[in-house]
């Protein structure tokens, strides 16, 4: 991984960051001049008008930075970030750090030759009396970024290289020896403790599901525990209502999710946070075979509650909705966040960077907004009312796996809803921002983007 250092050290290749000057032309965002001579490269980033810089912009001028002294072969780059420093403090510091690290790691390749990946970086622009400070902010926002890095290879790793089991064995090792303690209960368990509707999509393979709890309880002053579900479903063929060709590339990723909420547990525990924290991810594949589910069937769940599945192809709400049992009635959670690629509707709606969010707490509502501010993601938050409540109503069962072919966000989001028992909910549709083809922000890399730790590290911080 690069490193980051505080110290200076003459590398032959230098970043500077400039402030828009309308007067003189230069300056405008995001763009790159060229000065110094051959042995002393020397590239010049316009960062726009200082007061205007938030933290999404300031991490793509490090990125591009860090990408553009990449691209000339540097191994090594002093990056002076003064003109920030001089006008802000130390206020924009995570924002670079995540820019660089993450601008300057790439996804994990199966090549037979890998890549040699070793990169310094010197920041300049720091006074002593800050120097402190400015590493203990370097490390903590370097602890989020590993976070996000998991989160990256897991969601890019292949379907075949990460299977539900070999999923669980990840987790496990991220966690080990750490103060999150790790509980994984295998598909013979699962069917054992009555969740049906993740046994009923999980089944469809012969890797069979699991069920993983992680708790993270260290605020002992304080009642709050959060709770967060993340969708874990390593392959989703769409099962007998079977995706087309053209839409099976991204399936791999229907993990993303999980890999979020593990992202933030990671983060948190690393930075030793004051939080108490469980996180449930139900881990599944959804495959065709003779023990998959049918268009029609009809399944139980945790909370005893009969579903009818009009399509196999929604199976995350299924395995989300017995987790969210789980949690609210196992773990005494007080608010509830569940994190899912969950619906090809948001991507209609948002887009690849903005998330679709549906809550029925208004403050909970508010700090992920600003988490999320912080974090540098974007977010938009979608109405419900009770008429969307409604679609989900089944004639056979107590509910039924989708509505009709409108606002499919939206009722999906209220299926999960249904089990979550009256606690706070704020729910997160990530499948438009988890995966990117073509890159939107300069610190993204074709595939995985790491959607959701941030913000998840940062709201559970705010409840405590
Ligand atoms: N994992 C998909 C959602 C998805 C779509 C993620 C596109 C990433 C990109 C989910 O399981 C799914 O297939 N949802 C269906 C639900 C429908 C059948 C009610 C969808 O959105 O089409
Ligand atoms: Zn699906
Ligand atoms: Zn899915």
Known sequence: ????????????????????????????????????????????????????????????????????????????????????TRANGLKNLQDIVEGILLASTLPKSYKQVPLEESFKVYLEGI???????????????????????????????????LTPRHFVENIQKAFEGSKVEVEVMDGEAVQKMGMEALYAVGDSSSHKPYFVVLRYLQNPKSQEIMGLVGKG???????????????????????????AVLGAVYGLSKNECQVNVVACIPICEN??????LLPGDVIGSLSGKQIE????????????????????????????????????????????????VLCDDDTLWESLETSAHKAGERYLRIPFYKEHEKMIESKIADIKNMGESYCG????????????????????????????????FEYQHKGATGAGVTSIYYLCQQIH
């Open 287 to 292: 495959r065709i075979s003779e023990s998959s």
């Open 127 to 161: 006074s002593e009396e800050e120097m402190e400070r400015a590493q203990k902010l370097i490390s903590q926002r370097k602890h989020i970024v590993e976070g996000i890095l998991l989160a990256r290879d897991w969601v890019n790793a292949p379907g075949n290289k």
């Open 1 to 84: 991984m690069t490193t980051i250092h505080l110290n200076q050290q003459t590398t032959g290749y230098q970043i500077h960051l400039v402030a828009e000057d309308e007067k003189a032309q230069k300056g405008k965002g995001l763009e790159i001049t060229y000065c110094g001579q051959e042995e002393n490269i020397c590239i010049e980033v316009g960062i726009g008008k200082i007061e205007k810089l938030d933290p999404i912009m300031t991490k793509e001028i490090a990125a591009k930075a860090i990408k553009e002294v990449q691209r000339l072969g540097a191994k090594a780059v002093s990056f002076n970030i003064g003109v920030l």
């Open 233 to 259: 479903v390593t392959c989703d063929t769409g099962g007998y209502c079977l995706k087309s060709a053209g839409s099976m590339l991204g399936i791999k990723g229907d993990m993303a999710g999980a890999a």
């Open 409 to 440: 966000t939206i009722t999906a989001a209220l299926f999960i809803r249904e089990f979550a028992q009256g606690v706070s909910w704020i729910h997160l549709d990530i499948a438009g921002t988890a995966w990117v083809d073509s890159p939107v």
């Open 309 to 356: 599945v009009l399509n196999t192809d929604a199976e995350g709400r299924l395995i989300l909705a017995d987790a969210m049992t789980y949690i609210v009635s196992n773990e005494k959670v007080t608010k509830v966040l569940d994190i899912a690629t969950l619906t090809g509707a948001v991507v209609s709606l948002l887009g690849f960077s903005i998330g679709g």
